[in-house]
């Protein structure tokens, strides 16, 4: 039990002055996370150090193990001993974690992966912005799945997107990743921090069968999510990473066990894609131009469109915090008056490819960036006017 | 007294500065009533060097010795010869009297008249005055040719081996540790206590045997100063008087010491045998302890009845009942290496085992049982509770019949009488009266022998409480097939009528022998045993406790089968002959080492190959070979087989001995045996047909060495080359000699021999090898005597012969 | 001192009082696999190949000698699929 | 001799989950046998242990144990459980499983959880072979021994495992055959009722593939040979403790006092709530 001293460590209610890695980490720690394992990387270090500070004063673990394959693994142990749990790395390290956020993803552990993206491939630049780890993100472990990625685009969204990303998974029984940058990780804003009760915090659900005997651990409820027991609560149920039936027995010979439960892993995603997804839209409803953005690059993008439309250009925005599911709706629901999108990545295009198939045929306009800058907003203004002119 | 003194007749042959004196001792009749002494002491007068010769009744008395001390000073004596008894005997007595004298106790001599003469030729009175003659002038002769040695002191190491942990074990330990000596006390089974724990009550007293025993094997378990190796045995011994390195293996228990003797371990034990201690009418478990006032009380598993075999555990039911976890099956044996000055042997003896008699029908019928299985049925803490049952159908008999020297005196068994039935079937007999005063007892015997303190009172009250006895053991016991009742019939004796008796169980009082294994205890110690098997005695009177090896000392039953107050009180003896020892902590040994003289030696080697101690080495700068003097025993086997006469026996140099010869062979050498025996066995061996007055011939002539492998061809040829008809030469048994293996080294001499004999077209029948030991008497006297055909088909030629072909050798 | 020849012959007198436990072998037939460990480490001999095949092809083992059984358990351990265990006998009359 | 008796260590087994899936006289049926003995006479509460395992054959064992188990990715248990111990120290976590997963794949992960005295028991199952795979070469094949991967004879050397363990700070480390039973079992024992990281090698019998590969066609033959070629030698330097055709060093080599990881974390956490 902790002491109010003690829960005032909690949430740290108030104005803060603090960098995106900081307040991811004491937005995971306002989330409930009680467990962090992690490796060192930059630009995610921070987050790491700030827990190695926090986590003991709130009766929490956090633990640097010997490689972010470790990392993941202790992340997932302990998401099944009860603890919601992190980690924080970048691209190479976002690499090794693929094999056990498929783990993951197959014993629908509850559980946060953060990546603050550098430039790549391989060891590429670390102290460079990129957003080239999204679609990683959504194809990097083998199989086929469905997992949920958020795209902070301040540091005040480090705080607020990585208590919804706790939030999420527990709800969903997936692995949640906030895909920030290394400049949202790096910059130093204001962030507020509210009060704790003000907090909204989601817990997975606990089972419902009386006892052991009746408890399938992969039994799921209508919402496709199984309801989840932890180790040492007397339920004795087993997990793998085998194709598994309800009870978690091994199912490795039997199409049918295939289908149902891949089938499902999908579907508790796409059922539930309202819930999930969300987007910010700016001055859209009459826009004729689009601009699709997240991250860094959607705040160049929002004063790229403030200025185009003092102007007098009709220019919108998408601003894309949830990445993944990809909410092609939003994007559909404006191709009527829209006459083209306009989408800045700091990578080779890679969302531009979901934009480009949510448009169905309407002109998208890409704008790439790499390295240390990221776009400046005239050059997401010239685009504007690039498209508009054709 | 006669008294002959002779002036001094210089002549060339003898030695300047020897002034000899010769003894010619009557020991009472022992000597005079066979040889004439006065004679001889005249014929000794009459010998080169002897300056005075006398007789006198008792030379070691203490006038005698006084005599000799006289005239030592007097007539500048710088020889003595004793004509007496054998020197295993008096020597000792003589040489102090020497000393004292000032004259160096080396240049003291003496002939055996006594043992190897006039007890051995009892009717042949002038045949045994010649031989006594002989002896003298071999004795004279050796004795011209005497030097004086320096004996040096070797130290006592002040810690003592005692091995078995019966009732004599444990009073020595218990003597000799409470005399401030450490002591190891050495036992091969679980727990101390021997027989004397297996027994109900002790005669006559009637009180509890292990009521008196257990306190003082508790007391041994405590002591300080007493290391108890128990489950352990004796490897090997290795060393001399004073200084024994000792090899232990220790055997591991699968318990360790932590163990409280809770018992809890037993019962969960799914394996079950007869318990050896309860003689097999009580059960135990493959973990137990063998009796419950066992020393050490730790428990012990039987690994040869345990399910779990290798390092495979496939039962651990006494693992788990174990609380103090004190189960170990890795355990492993021990193998210690101890540092004692003195040994102490009380291996104690064996229980006869009847079977082998058919008449008697044990292991046939139930109802006949052994005197010890009696003891555990008659005890509270044995099998049956102390209910006399009889085994077939656990019913109280109302009729027992004792049957006496069962397995003793008779050739059927053993031949000697076992010294502790008698009065154990009487105490038997009167704890079945106490407890079932209605029990007919009928008890067969053939003499009942009660000479003990309080025995015959005890035989007397047996005798009221009116048990039978009946002279006259049974011939046959049968049992009757419906009521398992047993039938005796034999001869009473007294009535001179045949008997036929019906009882409901049968006791065979059953005798005692040697241990099964006595033989490997002799091996390790080089003991000598009687021909009953036992252990002997340095000397049957004078030094009953002493083994014949110094340093090593018996006790209790070992030695011969004796009762408990008999073996507690030679323990104390042993341990008191040990102490005196060790108190002194040091010892002088005798000065008989080899001397090497380096000039004659060419490094030929062969000496260094059959020295049995490792005291000679090759050493390549010099070329020749080294000689530790301090690690030779003295066997002289390297004198022998030295080409170069490199190498001088020092008291048994070659000069002496050939002296011997000359004089053995100086007349009549054509109807002569020479025989060369060793001190140990062969000698003592003659020794013993003396005091057992066995008759043999007179005509052999026996020169003492320390070893059979100290005799060197060339004595063989030097007797022949003189015209001896015959030659013995007599050593101990293989395993038996006192210089581990140099009587090999005799062996293939005289093989040797026997083939340049044959090459020279010489009988070498003439020449004899014998393997003898000390109690052997009866196979000396007969070799003797199977000799004489040999010596009276040996014709002047061959004499003549022989004496041509070897003189030049 | 060896206390007694090494030959016993007699019935101890407690023999009856102290009897070794009486084992009762259960082989559940149909998940053994036949590897005869059961049969090869038994320290009493109790158990042999059977002749007849179980469900999975293979020959359990049988029991030839209940009587010899002490129940050490240790075809239980060994057996690598459960398929054999003991049980004390409760002695009725004749054992 | 009636089979519907209940197996007592019926209670200890995932309900339908057995018969097991490994072949015929295979070590791991052993060591699952063995672990239920030492939960038994330990007495411990089934719903405070949690098995994990990795994948090879012994890393189905995770499924039969009658506990809260899991089944993890190649080579990760230990990391996997280093999760569970320290977000619930309450819980008692084994870790079961193979040569490779534990010391090829896993090897990074062995030794660092050994160094930080995580509070864990592992239990090792070498077989000397990937059996699963068909039997190829592992960490711990011995030099010569024929695979699917060395047709001329293995040439590479193999791990130690006791001695590697020791090394890396092990404060409880064994090795059995799956023939000990009772001193394996007495083994895991100590194990689960020590304080922290405690390793046990447990040499298995792979008679299918290593067996058949290696000139010892049968389980029976396998066995004899743990039977002839163990040796017992306790708290030897397990440096020494080797494994060759003719000899297998086995025994208990290290048992040692030292605060777990978890420990100096709950110090170390209760100083810093302090501040």
Redesign the interface.
């Known amino acids: 039990m902790l002491t109010t001293t003690e829960k005032s460590k909690l949430a740290l209610s108030g104005q803060h002055f603090m960098n995106g890695d900081i307040a991811c980490a004491e937005g995971a720690i306002a989330a409930g996370c009680r467990f962090f394992a992690g490796y060192p990387i930059t630009p995610a270090t921070e987050i790491a150090e700030r827990m190695a500070r926090r986590m003991p004063e709130i009766g929490g673990i956090c633990i640097q193990m010997e490689d972010e394959i470790a990392s993941m693994a202790a992340v997932i142990g302990a998401s099944y001993a009860g603890a919601k749990a992190m980690t924080a790395t970048s691209g190479p390290g976002f690499s090794l974690m693929q094999e056990n956020i498929g783990l993951a993803i197959m014993t629908e552990t509850p559980c946060v992966i953060v990546n603050i993206m550098r430039g790549g491939p391989s060891t590429g630049q670390p102290t460079m912005p990129g957003q080239q780890d999204v679609m990683q993100a959504r194809w990097g472990t083998h199989g086929d799945y469905e997992i949920i990625a958020l795209a902070p685009s301040s540091v005040q969204e480090m705080f607020d997107l990585t208590v919804e990303a706790f939030n999420l998974s527990e709800t969903y029984r997936v692995p949640v990743f906030v895909l920030a940058d290394e400049i949202v990780g790096h910059m130093w804003e204001r962030v507020t921090i509210p009060e704790t009760e003000s907090i909204h915090v989601a817990n997975r659900k606990k089972p419902t069968a009386p006892q052991r005997e009746d408890y399938a651990p992969f039994q799921p409820d209508r919402d496709l999510v199984p309801p989840m027991a932890i180790f040492g609560q007397g339920y004795r149920f087993h997990a793998t990473g085998l194709t598994h039936d309800e009870h978690g027995h091994p199912k490795t010979d039997s199409s049918e066990a295939q289908t149902q439960l891949v089938q499902r892993l999908c579907n508790k995603i796409r059922k539930n894609r309202e819930k999930i997804i969300r987007v910010e839209n700016v001055m859209l409803e009459d826009a004729e131009v689009a601009v699709v953005a997240y991250g860094i690059a959607a705040r160049a993008a929002l004063s790229a469109v403030r200025k185009a439309r003092a102007s007098g250009v009709k220019a919108g925005l998408i601003r894309l915090v949830t990445l993944w599911p990809f909410p092609d709706d939003q994007i559909a629901k404006v191709v009527d008056h829209v006459k083209a999108f306009v989408v800045p990545e700091m990578n080779c295009g890679q969302m531009v490819r979901e934009v480009e198939r949510a448009a169905k045929g309407t002109p998208v306009a890409f704008l790439s960036k790499l390295g240390e800058e990221p776009h400046r907003p005239s050059e997401i203004l010239d685009a504007i006017g690039g498209v508009l002119r054709k | 007294m006669t008294q002959v003194v002779q002036e001094q007749k210089k002549s060339s042959e003898t030695n300047e500065d020897a002034r000899i004196g010769v003894y010619v001792c009557h020991c009472g009749l022992n000597i005079a009533g066979t040889v004439n002494c006065p004679e001889v002491a005249e014929f000794a007068a009459a010998l080169p060097n002897v300056v005075l010769a006398k007789d006198h009744r008792y030379m070691c008395s203490d006038q005698g010795q006084e005599l000799l001390k006289h005239d030592i000073r007097e007539n500048k004596l710088t020889r003595v010869v004793v004509a007496s008894c054998s020197p295993r005997l008096h020597e000792p007595t003589f040489r102090q009297a020497c000393e004292e004298a000032g004259l160096n106790k080396y240049l003291f001599e003496m002939a055996n008249i006594r043992e190897h003469c006039s007890w051995v030729h009892l009717y042949e009175k002038e045949e045994a005055t010649e031989k006594a003659k002989d002896l003298v002038r071999m004795a004279v002769a050796k004795a011209a040719l005497l030097q004086p040695e320096r004996e040096n002191e070797v130290q006592i190491i002040r810690k003592a081996l005692v091995i078995g942990g019966g009732v004599a074990g444990i009073q020595v330990a218990l003597d000799l540790a409470d005399t401030g000596y450490k002591v190891y006390l050495v036992e091969r089974e679980p727990s101390i206590g021997g027989r004397m724990a297996q027994l109900d009550k002790t005669f006559p007293t009637m009180d509890c045997s292990i009521c008196i025993l257990a306190p003082k094997m508790s007391d041994v378990g405590r002591h300080p100063n007493i290391e108890l190796l128990t489950n352990s045995e004796v490897q090997e011994v290795k060393g001399y008087i004073g200084n024994f390195k000792v090899k232990v293996l220790k055997k591991p228990r699968y318990v360790t010491d932590d163990c409280s003797a809770c018992g809890d371990c037993a019962p969960a034990c799914p394996i079950t045998a007869p318990n050896e201690f309860d003689s097999g009418l009580a059960t135990r478990h493959a973990i137990y302890t063998p009796f419950a006032q066992a020393v050490p009380s730790t428990y012990i598993i039987d690994r040869s009845l345990c399910l779990n075999k290798e390092n495979i555990i496939v039962c651990d039911k006494c693992i788990k009942a174990c609380e103090r976890k004190t189960i170990d099956f890795d355990m492993k044996a021990e193998a210690l290496e101890l540092d004692v000055g003195t040994i102490i042997v009380a291996t104690g003896a064996d229980v006869y085992d009847p079977t082998s008699l058919v008449n008697y029908g044990y292991t046939k019928f139930p109802n006949v049982i052994t005197s010890l299985e009696f003891e555990r049925l008659i005890n509270a803490g044995g099998p049956s509770a102390g209910h006399l049952l009889r085994p077939f159908d656990l019913r109280i008999p109302k009729s027992v019949a004792f049957v006496q020297c069962v397995g003793s005196r008779s050739e059927r068994g053993r031949l000697y009488c076992s010294n502790v039935c008698c009065m154990n079937t009487i105490k038997d007999a009167l704890l079945i009266k106490e407890h079932w005063p209605e029990t007919e007892i009928y008890v067969y015997y053939v003499d009942i022998r009660a000479y003990g303190k309080g025995f015959e009172d005890l035989y007397k009250r047996a005798r009221k409480e009116d048990v039978h006895f009946i002279r006259g053991l049974p011939s046959e016991i049968w049992e009757d097939r419906k009521t398992h009742h047993l039938w005796l019939t034999g001869e009473n004796t007294l009535l001179k009528e045949v008997y036929k008796t019906n009882v409901e169980m049968v006791i065979l009082s059953v005798g005692l022998e040697p241990r099964v294994d006595s033989e490997a205890v002799q091996r390790l110690l080089t003991l000598s045993k009687t021909p009953d098997g036992f252990f002997m005695e340095a000397h049957p009177k004078l030094r009953p406790v002493d083994a014949p090896t110094g340093g090593i000392f018996l006790a209790g039953c070992a030695e011969s089968p004796k009762d408990i107050k008999d073996s507690v009180t030679q323990a104390s003896a042993a341990a008191a002959r040990a102490s005196i020892l060790m108190a002194k902590g040091k010892v002088t040994v005798e000065a008989i080492t080899s001397e090497l003289i380096p000039d004659a030696c060419t490094g030929c080697q062969m000496c260094v190959k059959v020295c049995p101690f490792n005291a000679i080495s090759f050493i390549k700068e010099s070329k020749k070979v080294d000689l530790v003097e301090a690690a030779c025993s003295g066997c002289g086997t390297c004198s022998a087989e030295c080409p170069f006469n490199a190498i001088n026996m020092r008291h048994f140099t070659d000069d002496q001995i050939f002296a011997q010869i000359d004089a053995a062979t100086e007349v009549d050498a054509d109807k002569k045996i020479v025989a060369f025996c060793c001190n140990w066995c062969a000698y003592a061996g003659a020794d013993f047909a003396g005091v057992s007055r066995m008759q043999y011939p007179t005509n052999v002539r026996i020169i003492r060495t320390m070893c059979s492998g100290r005799v060197a061809p060339k004595f063989v040829e030097r007797a022949f080359a003189r015209g001896a008809a015959s030659v013995l030469v007599a050593g101990c048994h293989f395993g038996d000699c006192h210089y581990i293996n140099a009587n090999y080294q005799t062996q293939k001499r005289i093989e040797r021999l026997w083939k340049k004999m044959e090459k020279l077209g010489l009988n070498k029948e003439r020449l004899q090898l014998s393997w003898i030991n000390a109690s052997e008497g009866e196979k000396l006297a007969s070799k003797i005597k199977e000799m004489q055909s040999i010596v009276a088909n040996v014709n002047l030629e061959e004499i003549e012969a022989s004496k041509r072909m070897l003189e030049k050798a | ?5 090494a030959r ?8 009856d009082k ?4 009486k084992g ?8 053994c ?5 059961c049969i ?2 038994c ?2 001999n109790v158990l042999d190949t059977s002749e007849e095949l179980n469900e999975r092809g ?1 020959h359990p083992p049988k ?1 030839i000698d ?1 009587n010899r059984c ?5 075809c ?7 398929a054999v ?1 003991t ?1 004390e006998k409760h002695c009725k009359e004749g054992c | 001799m009636e089979g519907e008796m209940v197996h007592p260590y019926e209670r200890f087994l995932r309900r339908g989950m057995i018969p097991h899936i490994w072949c015929e006289g295979c070590g791991n049926g052993i060591i699952l046998n063995c672990f239920a003995q030492a939960l038994d006479e330990l007495n411990v509460d089934l719903d405070k242990i949690v098995v994990v395992s990795g994948i090879g054959c012994i890393g189905r064992i995770s499924g039969y144990t009658n506990t809260d188990s899991f089944h993890t990715t190649h080579g990760r248990p230990i990391a996997f459980a280093t999760g569970v111990k320290l977000a619930n120290p309450e819980l008692k976590v084994v870790v079961i499983s193979g040569d490779g997963d534990l010391f090829a794949i896993g090897g990074n992960h062995f030794i660092h959880a050994a160094r930080r005295n995580i509070d864990i028991q592992v239990i090792c199952a070498n077989n000397f072979i990937y059996g699963m795979t068909g039997g190829q070469y592992g960490p711990t094949t011995p030099l010569d021994a024929w695979t699917t991967m060395t047709p001329y004879g293995n040439i590479e050397n193999a791990f130690n495992l006791v001695h590697l363990a020791a090394a890396c700070g092990a404060v409880y480390v064994a090795r059995w055959t799956a023939l000990h039973v009772r001193r394996l079992t007495e083994s895991i024992k100590k194990a689960l009722q020590k304080e922290g990281f405690s390793f046990i090698e447990v040499v298995s019998q792979c008679p299918e593939i290593f067996g058949r590969y290696n000139k010892m066609e049968t389980s029976l033959k396998m066995i004899q040979w743990f039977k002839q070629a163990s040796l017992v030698q306790h708290s030897l330097d397990p440096a020494k403790a080797e494994i060759t055709p003719d000899k297998i060093v086995v025994g208990e080599f290290v048992d040692i006092e030292k605060p777990s990881y978890g420990r100096l974390l709950r110090e170390m956490t209760t100083k810093a709530k302090e501040k």
Not at chain 3, 1 to 5: G, S, T
Not at chain 3, 24 to 31: A, D, F, K, L
Not at chain 3, 70 to 74: K, L, P, S
Request: charged content about 20%; overall charge positive; glycine content about 6%.
């Open positions: 001192m060896v206390l007694m020849p016993t012959w007699r019935k101890p007198l407690d023999a102290i009897k070794p436990p009762e072998v259960h082989i559940i037939m149909n998940r696999k036949g590897c005869g460990y090869e480490f320290p009493r293979v029991v209940e002490t129940i050490c358990g240790f239980a351990v060994i057996c690598p699929d459960f265990f049980t």
